[in-house]
């Protein structure tokens, strides 16, 4: 079975460009969630959204992230314009609905600001 | 110049033997735990979970232990393989509600042959 799909698998970029990452959930789930991984802060949740719908953008830095979910097989995380501090690894997870259900993550779009 | 980051606590253990990675949650309120294990350059990977009505979970040569009255969770791995070399997460979460996992910082185990 596929797994949750992210592309690309790195991006290079200078600062001021816009950046699309772009996830694939697993078919089925309908749990989707981006996470920035640092050595500075570890794991962090950006976004959760449930049948599509943004439950909690908390996570999202500032005004620069933006993400969406225009139907159940895709998402995408947008920063426009890009800074260095946003270089990081982003992750997209999905699961099943409800709670107690595990997330699951595909391999990360290592994003790195000139 | 020298990089500041999390530093993630190292457990190095010979292959063959057995592994116990620590893990200490902060929410009381937290009642479904995952642990996940994320090899270089790849996503988290779900290993085994637990829910709070239960102290003990077994899995294919993994076991979690539950403590509630401590906030305390481990993972054991029995006869380490070098296949098993890797951060471990583990991570806590609210039932009701919509789902937020919380993440700990993560433990490297690194396997000696």
């Known amino acids: 079975d596929a797994g949750v799909i992210q592309s690309p698998r790195h991006e290079v970029t200078e600062m001021g460009q816009e950046v699309t990452l772009r996830c694939k959930p697993i078919?089925?789930?309908?749990?989707l969630f981006w996470y920035r991984q640092t050595m500075m802060r570890g794991l962090e949740l950006l976004i959760y959204?449930?049948?599509?719908?943004?439950?909690?953008d908390s996570g999202m830095p500032e005004d620069r992230f933006s993400a969406k979910m225009p139907n159940a097989s895709f998402s995408t995380l947008k920063i426009q314009p890009s800074e260095p501090r946003d270089s990081a690894v982003y992750f997209c997870?999905?699961?099943?609905?409800?709670?107690?259900?595990?997330?699951?993550f595909g391999d990360g779009t290592r994003l790195s600001i000139l | 110049g020298e990089s500041v980051g999390l530093h993630l606590p190292t457990l190095s253990v010979q292959e063959g033997d057995n592994s116990i990675i620590n893990c200490a949650y902060s929410?009381?309120?937290?009642?479904?735990f995952i642990w996940y294990k994320q090899e270089s350059g790849k996503g988290p990977q779900f290993i085994i979970d637990?829910?709070?009505?239960?102290d003990k979970r077994q899995g294919q040569r993994v076991t979690v232990l539950l403590n509630k009255t401590v906030k305390h969770l481990s993972l054991q791995i029995a006869a380490t393989q070098p296949g098993d070399s890797a951060v471990y997460f583990c991570?806590?979460?609210?039932?009701?509600?919509?789902?937020?996992?919380?993440f700990g910082t993560g433990t490297k185990l690194q396997v000696i042959p």
């Open positions: 078919s089925g789930h309908n749990s």
């Open positions: 637990i829910r709070s009505n239960m």
């Open positions: 997870a999905s699961s099943l609905a409800g709670s107690n259900q595990p997330q699951h």
């Open positions: 991570a806590e979460n609210i039932s009701g509600g919509y789902q937020k996992v919380t």
């Open positions: 959204f449930n049948n599509n719908v943004p439950i909690d």
């Open positions: 929410n009381s309120a937290s009642d479904y």
